[in-house]
């Protein structure tokens, strides 16, 4: 059985663990590999080795930091297959969303190699007289990002890529569930020519992550996943004076006006709510027509399309959607369709009988679809972050009424509306309070170049990730103010000028 271990100052290191837990493909259900769990003499290793290289990569000319990723993001073009199947193999999702996540990941790396550009700085020149005044955006140190499974490829490239452009090194604390990619990553970083010690990943769970909380040498944490945690790690790392980013769940609305094509609306729900099956901080998990008429439209719109879904391995090309991560997601999830049920919501179409008869799959951690229709407020399924296949539909009588039931949510991660009438849509992005808002589109994840990150519980901290407040997270600016006194100045020479 493979094992997947750390990497730290440029080489795979096994380190001093005794603890290590099986890392498993969903669609079999089998354990395949196992990865070893850091202890904290290990993060102390990755640690040092990131304080050791930081002297010379923060000094190296962002120019030249930007062509190593330059060169990592043609070797990811290349080689996508190849972690894309990776990400299939423990996740679970489809080889073509895992490509599409690639993809979003490779997009920051772009983005990242501007940092000649937005690291330029601001120049005030006669602040007083003969007095100029200029800022620059110098880097933190040594800084960590601890992220989830459902994006193993992609959120650690949210963080690293901007993180490294501004001369900071990185020691990385991936999913324990999906461990692979990060050691591709590490990989293809070093054969792009990126320094020993620059960038390091350690392999584990709570113990590693409290021993980076806690490191005096780790000067900012970005972190990705559940909202408890995230308040955790924002209270924990605050408190050790580190500078925190902390992005948590989510329980995305999209408002369905009366005039909204009713086609488009459903597609992109049923791309938007089961896609990734729905593990997806921007998943829709709550679908709110306006108006009964409207409600009736889409549920009957979407009831043959949720029936139809192809559920199945995610390295077959006709399968829409994969397993769920775990067992014990598998059966959490499917418990809050038991809930649903219990709390009376109407249970339209049902997902949990749902097997895949492929021999090899039987074991497999496979969940069909559920939609449910008349859910309320109260409601568990409605309140939490279920994480899976399970779209409710909680019908509204107004606009209004739709957008106080958002704003009365905890979570402000990402939001949509669908209509066809302008004002609707101006009004809906201005007032609505959430971070990411789409109109007419179902899943407003921003490009590199603008920034990622929700409001209330969605997110801790006070940057966002990627674009520029990356850039603001993982820089610290210094304001100089200078005067010279007057120098000597020779006279004027005409003959032609020589060395000697
Ligand atoms: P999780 O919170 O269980 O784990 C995230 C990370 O925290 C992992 O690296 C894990 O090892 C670590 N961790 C887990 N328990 C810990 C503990 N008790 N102490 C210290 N560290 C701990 O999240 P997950 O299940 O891997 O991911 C799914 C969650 O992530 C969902 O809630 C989803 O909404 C969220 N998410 C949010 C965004 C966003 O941008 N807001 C993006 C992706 C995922």
Same mark, same amino acid.
């Given at each position: 059985?493979?094992t997947?271990?750390?990497f730290?100052?440029g080489?795979?290191d096994?380190?001093t663990a005794?603890?290590s837990q099986p890392?498993f493909?969903p669609?079999?259900?089998k354990a395949?590999?196992e990865?070893i ?9 990755a640690?040092a ?7 010379e990569?923060s000094?190296?000319p962002p120019?030249?930091?930007?062509r190593?990723?330059?060169?990592f993001k043609m070797?990811i073009?290349d080689?996508?297959?190849e972690i894309a199947?990776?990400v ?5 999702k489809?080889?073509d969303d ?6 979003r990941a490779l997009e920051?790396?772009e983005f ?9 700085s601001?120049f005030?020149?006669?602040v007083g007289?003969?007095?100029?005044s ?8 040594v800084?960590?990002g601890i ?5 193993p490829?992609m959120?650690?490239?949210w963080m ?6 501004c001369?900071?090194t990185?020691v990385?604390k991936?999913?324990?569930r ?6 591709l990553i590490a990989e ?5 020519g990126?320094p ?11 113990v590693?992550v409290?021993?980076l909380l806690?490191?005096?040498d780790?000067?900012?944490i970005?972190?990705v996943?559940?909202?408890?945690i995230?308040?955790y790690i ?7 004076g580190?500078?925190v980013?902390a992005?948590?769940g989510?329980?995305n609305h ?5 005039d909204? &094509?009713?086609?488009m609306a459903?597609?992109a729900l049923?791309g ?11 998943a829709?998990s709550?679908?709110v027509p306006v108006g ?8 009957s719109?979407l ?5 139809k879904?192809?559920?199945?391995p ?6 829409e ?5 775990t067992?014990?997601?598998l059966d959490?999830v499917?418990s ?14 049902d ?5 895949v &008869?492929?021999q090899?799959y039987?074991?497999?951690?496979f969940?069909?679809?559920s939609l ?7 409601m ?7 994480f ?9 009588d ?5 957008? &106080?039931?958002?704003h009365g949510?905890e979570?402000?991660?990402g939001?949509?509306?669908f209509?066809r009438?302008g004002?609707?849509a101006r009004?809906?992005?201005q007032?609505i309070?959430?971070?990411m ?12 170049f603008?920034s990622f990150g929700g409001?209330k519980a969605s ?7 990627h ?5 603001r997270f993982?820089t ?5 103010t200078q ?5 000597q100045r020779t ?7 020589t060395?000697g």
């Amino acid at each position: 059985m493979q094992t997947i271990t750390h990497f730290i100052n440029g080489r795979q290191d096994k380190g001093t663990a005794d603890r290590s837990q099986p890392v498993f493909n969903p669609a079999t259900g089998k354990a395949e590999k196992e990865v070893i769990l850091a202890t904290t003499q290990d993060v102390d290793s990755a640690v040092a080795a990131a304080k050791a290289a930081f002297p010379e990569w923060s000094k190296t000319p962002p120019l030249r930091r930007a062509r190593i990723l330059d060169r990592f993001k043609m070797m990811i073009w290349d080689r996508m297959d190849e972690i894309a199947a990776a990400v299939t193999a423990e996740h679970g999702k489809t080889f073509d969303d895992a490509k599409g996540e690639v993809t979003r990941a490779l997009e920051v790396v772009e983005f990242a190699t501007a940092a000649p550009t937005f690291l330029k700085s601001e120049f005030s020149e006669n602040v007083g007289t003969g007095v100029d005044s200029f800022n620059v955006r110098q880097a933190l140190g040594v800084v960590a990002g601890i992220t989830p499974f459902n994006f193993p490829a992609m959120v650690p490239m949210w963080m690293f890529p901007v993180a490294l452009a501004c001369g900071n090194t990185f020691v990385l604390k991936p999913s324990e569930r999906d461990p692979s990619a990060s050691l591709l990553i590490a990989e293809w970083l070093k054969e792009a020519g990126l320094p020993d010690g620059v960038f390091n990943v350690v392999q584990g769970d709570k113990v590693a992550v409290d021993a980076l909380l806690e490191h005096p040498d780790v000067k900012a944490i970005s972190f990705v996943g559940s909202t408890p945690i995230a308040k955790y790690i924002y209270t924990t790392g605050t408190a050790n004076g580190k500078r925190v980013q902390a992005l948590g769940g989510a329980k995305n609305h999209m408002v369905i006006m009366p005039d909204a &094509d009713m086609d488009m609306a459903a597609s992109a729900l049923m791309g938007a709510a089961y896609g990734s099956a729905g593990e997806r901080c921007m998943a829709i998990s709550v679908a709110v027509p306006v108006g009964e008429k409207t409600a009736d439209a889409l549920v009957s719109k979407l009831k043959p399309m949720v029936e139809k879904l192809k559920v199945g391995p995610g390295m077959d090309s006709d399968s829409e959607m994969g397993p769920l991560v775990t067992r014990a997601h598998l059966d959490k999830v499917r418990s809050y369709v038991d809930a649903g049920v219990e709390a009376g919501a109407d249970l339209v179409v049902d997902g949990r009988g749902y097997k895949v &008869d492929k021999q090899g799959y039987e074991d497999g951690f496979f969940l069909g679809a559920s939609l449910f229709d008349n859910v309320t407020p109260d409601m568990s399924i409605y309140r939490d972050e279920i994480f899976g296949p399970v779209l409710s539909v909680v019908r509204r009588d107004s606009y209004q009424d739709a957008v &106080d039931l958002i704003h009365g949510h905890e979570y402000a991660n990402g939001t949509a509306i669908f209509t066809r009438d302008g004002d609707t849509a101006r009004a809906f992005q201005q007032d609505i309070e959430v971070g990411m808002v789409g109109v007419n589109v179902p899943i407003p994840v921003p490009m590199a170049f603008h920034s990622f990150g929700g409001w209330k519980a969605s997110l801790f901290g006070d940057h966002a990730m990627h674009g520029m407040e990356g850039v603001r997270f993982f820089t610290r600016i210094k304001t100089t103010t200078q005067r010279w006194p007057t120098g000597q100045r020779t006279d004027p020479e005409f003959k032609m000028p020589t060395l000697g």
